[in-house]
Protein backbone atom coordinates (compact mmCIF):
# COMPACT_ATOMS: atom_id res chain seq x y z
CA UNK A 1 0.00 0.00 0.00
CA UNK A 2 1.31 3.48 -0.82
CA UNK A 3 1.81 5.88 1.12
CA UNK A 4 1.87 9.64 0.70
CA UNK A 5 4.01 11.84 2.37
CA UNK A 6 3.25 15.26 3.04
CA UNK A 7 6.52 17.61 1.90
CA UNK A 8 8.44 19.08 4.44
CA UNK A 9 8.17 22.45 5.24
CA UNK A 10 11.24 24.53 4.49
CA UNK A 11 13.33 25.76 7.50
CA UNK A 12 12.86 29.51 8.24
CA UNK A 13 15.62 31.79 7.59
CA UNK A 14 18.11 32.00 9.75
CA UNK A 15 19.02 35.27 10.75
CA UNK A 16 21.86 35.96 8.99
CA UNK A 17 19.91 35.34 5.82
CA UNK A 18 17.37 36.96 6.86
CA UNK A 19 19.67 40.19 7.60
CA UNK A 20 21.45 39.68 4.51
CA UNK A 21 18.36 39.08 2.14
CA UNK A 22 16.79 43.03 1.47
CA UNK A 23 13.10 43.65 1.50
CA UNK A 24 11.46 43.52 -1.97
CA UNK A 25 9.99 46.65 -2.21
CA UNK A 26 7.84 47.94 -5.54
CA UNK A 27 9.47 50.44 -7.86
CA UNK A 28 6.90 53.09 -9.10
CA UNK A 29 5.69 53.02 -12.80
CA UNK A 30 6.17 56.54 -14.26
CA UNK A 31 4.77 57.08 -17.65
CA UNK A 32 7.56 58.62 -19.65
CA UNK A 33 5.82 60.71 -22.42
CA UNK A 34 7.40 60.10 -25.79
CA UNK A 35 8.97 63.31 -27.46
CA UNK A 36 7.71 65.55 -29.76
CA UNK A 37 7.72 64.48 -33.60
CA UNK A 38 10.63 66.79 -35.60
CA UNK A 39 8.70 69.56 -36.99
CA UNK A 40 9.71 69.13 -40.94
CA UNK A 41 11.16 72.52 -42.51
CA UNK A 42 9.21 72.58 -46.03
CA UNK A 43 7.01 70.96 -47.28
CA UNK A 44 4.76 70.51 -50.80
CA UNK A 45 1.04 71.49 -51.62
CA UNK A 46 -0.04 68.75 -54.15
CA UNK A 47 -3.64 69.87 -53.20
CA UNK A 48 -3.32 73.08 -54.91
CA UNK A 49 -2.43 71.45 -58.49
CA UNK A 50 -5.93 71.55 -59.55
CA UNK A 51 -5.18 75.86 -59.15
CA UNK A 52 -2.25 75.62 -60.79
CA UNK A 53 -3.75 74.01 -63.58
CA UNK A 54 -6.60 76.25 -64.40
CA UNK A 55 -3.92 79.29 -64.70
CA UNK A 56 -1.94 76.95 -67.44
CA UNK A 57 -5.04 75.48 -68.90
CA UNK A 58 -6.38 78.83 -71.47
CA UNK A 59 -2.49 79.04 -72.57
CA UNK A 60 -2.95 75.05 -74.04
CA UNK A 61 -0.10 73.90 -71.09
CA UNK A 62 -0.54 70.89 -69.38
CA UNK A 63 1.75 70.09 -66.17
CA UNK A 64 1.91 67.12 -63.88
CA UNK A 65 2.73 67.55 -60.32
CA UNK A 66 5.42 65.78 -59.42
CA UNK A 67 5.38 64.30 -55.89
CA UNK A 68 8.89 63.81 -54.62
CA UNK A 69 10.38 66.75 -53.20
CA UNK A 70 14.02 66.49 -54.58
CA UNK A 71 16.25 69.28 -56.84
CA UNK A 72 17.91 65.87 -58.43
CA UNK A 73 16.84 66.01 -62.13
CA UNK A 74 15.78 69.16 -62.68
CA UNK A 75 15.74 71.09 -65.35
CA UNK A 76 15.12 75.08 -64.01
CA UNK A 77 14.58 76.19 -60.35
CA UNK A 78 13.31 79.27 -59.31
CA UNK A 79 12.91 80.63 -55.66
CA UNK A 80 10.48 83.51 -55.08
CA UNK A 81 7.71 84.41 -52.19
CA UNK A 82 4.15 84.01 -51.66
CA UNK A 83 1.55 85.26 -49.36
CA UNK A 84 0.02 82.42 -46.02
CA UNK A 85 -0.76 82.37 -42.59
CA UNK A 86 0.51 80.96 -39.55
CA UNK A 87 -0.63 79.57 -36.56
CA UNK A 88 1.31 78.00 -33.84
CA UNK A 89 0.13 75.08 -32.07
CA UNK A 90 2.14 75.68 -29.26
CA UNK A 91 -0.41 76.05 -26.56
CA UNK A 92 2.29 77.90 -23.99
CA UNK A 93 2.45 80.71 -26.30
CA UNK A 94 -1.16 81.24 -26.76
CA UNK A 95 -1.19 80.43 -30.26
CA UNK A 96 0.55 82.68 -31.92
CA UNK A 97 -0.95 83.92 -35.39
CA UNK A 98 0.46 86.09 -37.88
CA UNK A 99 0.66 86.62 -41.96
CA UNK A 100 3.55 86.84 -43.91
CA UNK A 101 4.01 87.95 -47.58
CA UNK A 102 7.64 86.67 -47.98
CA UNK A 103 7.21 82.75 -47.46
CA UNK A 104 10.13 81.04 -49.23
CA UNK A 105 9.06 79.09 -52.19
CA UNK A 106 11.19 77.16 -54.72
CA UNK A 107 9.75 76.35 -58.32
CA UNK A 108 10.89 73.28 -59.91
CA UNK A 109 10.53 71.88 -63.46
CA UNK A 110 11.46 68.41 -64.23
CA UNK A 111 11.24 65.98 -67.65
CA UNK A 112 8.26 65.10 -69.10
CA UNK A 113 6.31 68.40 -68.10
CA UNK A 114 6.35 67.57 -64.48
CA UNK A 115 6.71 70.67 -61.58
CA UNK A 116 6.36 70.85 -57.87
CA UNK A 117 7.06 73.63 -55.52
CA UNK A 118 8.85 73.81 -52.15
CA UNK A 119 7.39 75.55 -49.39
CA UNK A 120 9.62 76.65 -46.72
CA UNK A 121 7.51 77.39 -42.93
CA UNK A 122 8.71 79.87 -40.33
CA UNK A 123 9.12 79.64 -36.76
CA UNK A 124 6.94 81.61 -34.44
CA UNK A 125 8.61 84.91 -32.95
CA UNK A 126 7.16 83.39 -29.36
CA UNK A 127 8.37 80.09 -28.82
CA UNK A 128 10.70 78.99 -32.00
CA UNK A 129 8.04 76.22 -32.85
CA UNK A 130 8.45 75.67 -36.77
CA UNK A 131 4.64 76.26 -38.28
CA UNK A 132 3.30 75.29 -41.74
CA UNK A 133 1.80 77.99 -43.58
CA UNK A 134 -1.92 77.78 -44.94
CA UNK A 135 -2.09 78.79 -48.30
CA UNK A 136 -4.04 80.01 -51.06
CA UNK A 137 -7.06 81.26 -49.12
CA UNK A 138 -8.43 84.75 -50.21
CA UNK A 139 -4.77 85.57 -52.15
CA UNK A 140 -4.21 82.59 -54.16
CA UNK A 141 -0.43 84.28 -55.01
CA UNK A 142 0.97 80.37 -54.74
CA UNK A 143 -0.85 79.38 -57.77
CA UNK A 144 -0.22 82.25 -59.75
CA UNK A 145 3.50 82.74 -58.86
CA UNK A 146 3.94 78.59 -59.80
CA UNK A 147 1.72 79.21 -63.14
CA UNK A 148 3.51 82.88 -63.83
CA UNK A 149 6.71 80.62 -64.12
CA UNK A 150 5.86 77.96 -65.88
CA UNK A 151 4.30 80.23 -68.35
CA UNK A 152 7.64 81.47 -68.68
CA UNK A 153 9.81 78.56 -69.21
CA UNK A 154 7.30 77.17 -71.58
CA UNK A 155 7.75 80.78 -73.83
CA UNK A 156 5.05 82.02 -73.18
CA UNK A 157 4.83 85.29 -73.16
CA UNK A 158 3.58 86.79 -69.73
CA UNK A 159 3.46 90.45 -68.22
CA UNK A 160 5.08 91.43 -64.31
CA UNK A 161 2.46 90.90 -62.22
CA UNK A 162 2.46 93.60 -59.70
CA UNK A 163 0.97 93.57 -56.39
CA UNK A 164 0.37 95.86 -53.70
CA UNK A 165 3.55 96.00 -51.37
CA UNK A 166 3.65 95.63 -47.89
CA UNK A 167 2.12 99.18 -46.30
CA UNK A 168 4.97 101.38 -44.69
CA UNK A 169 5.43 99.82 -40.86
CA UNK A 170 4.66 96.47 -41.59
CA UNK A 171 6.98 93.80 -40.35
CA UNK A 172 9.89 93.33 -42.38
CA UNK A 173 11.71 90.05 -42.80
CA UNK A 174 13.42 88.28 -40.62
CA UNK A 175 16.02 86.06 -41.54
CA UNK A 176 16.34 83.76 -37.95
CA UNK A 177 12.77 82.95 -37.97
CA UNK A 178 12.87 82.09 -41.92
CA UNK A 179 13.41 78.19 -42.64
CA UNK A 180 13.85 79.30 -46.37
CA UNK A 181 16.71 82.03 -45.33
CA UNK A 182 18.25 79.29 -43.08
CA UNK A 183 18.42 76.93 -45.91
CA UNK A 184 19.58 79.73 -48.42
CA UNK A 185 16.76 79.23 -50.36
CA UNK A 186 15.09 82.31 -49.91
CA UNK A 187 15.11 85.33 -52.10
CA UNK A 188 16.07 87.40 -49.31
CA UNK A 189 19.13 85.40 -48.27
CA UNK A 190 21.94 86.73 -48.50
CA UNK A 191 25.31 85.36 -48.30
CA UNK A 192 27.80 87.16 -46.41
CA UNK A 193 31.06 85.50 -47.73
CA UNK A 194 29.54 87.00 -51.46
CA UNK A 195 27.07 89.78 -50.83
CA UNK A 196 24.02 88.64 -52.21
CA UNK A 197 20.63 89.85 -51.19
CA UNK A 198 19.26 89.04 -47.57
CA UNK A 199 16.12 90.13 -46.36
CA UNK A 200 17.01 93.41 -43.62
CA UNK A 201 14.94 94.44 -40.57
CA UNK A 202 15.45 94.13 -36.77
CA UNK A 203 12.33 92.91 -35.90
CA UNK A 204 9.50 91.29 -37.11
CA UNK A 205 8.46 88.69 -39.81
CA UNK A 206 5.17 88.82 -41.69
CA UNK A 207 3.32 89.75 -38.53
CA UNK A 208 5.39 88.90 -35.83
CA UNK A 209 6.42 92.54 -34.93
CA UNK A 210 6.60 95.93 -36.70
CA UNK A 211 9.64 96.84 -38.22
CA UNK A 212 10.89 100.26 -39.30
CA UNK A 213 12.65 101.14 -42.86
CA UNK A 214 12.88 99.50 -45.78
CA UNK A 215 10.65 97.06 -47.06
CA UNK A 216 12.31 94.39 -49.35
CA UNK A 217 8.91 92.39 -50.16
CA UNK A 218 8.11 94.61 -53.42
CA UNK A 219 5.37 92.21 -54.73
CA UNK A 220 6.85 91.88 -58.18
CA UNK A 221 6.96 89.00 -59.69
CA UNK A 222 10.44 87.84 -60.52
Not at 74 to 89: D, E, I, L, W, Y
Not at 134 to 156: F, H, N, P
Not at 179 to 199: H, I, L, V, Y
Amino acid sequence: MESRLSPRPSAPPTTLEAEETPPRTTEPTTKRSSPRKPIPKHSMYPELDSNVAKLLEPHGLTMTFHPIDTDKSTFSRHKTNVVGRFKCPNTTCGHHKWESKSIALSIRLYPDNRYNARVYHQRCSACKWIVRPELDGRDGTYAERIAYRLKKWSGVQVERVYRDPMPPGHALHRAKLCEGCRAGRCKFFKDKRNGSRKGGGKRGDGGQGKGRGKVWDTGVYH
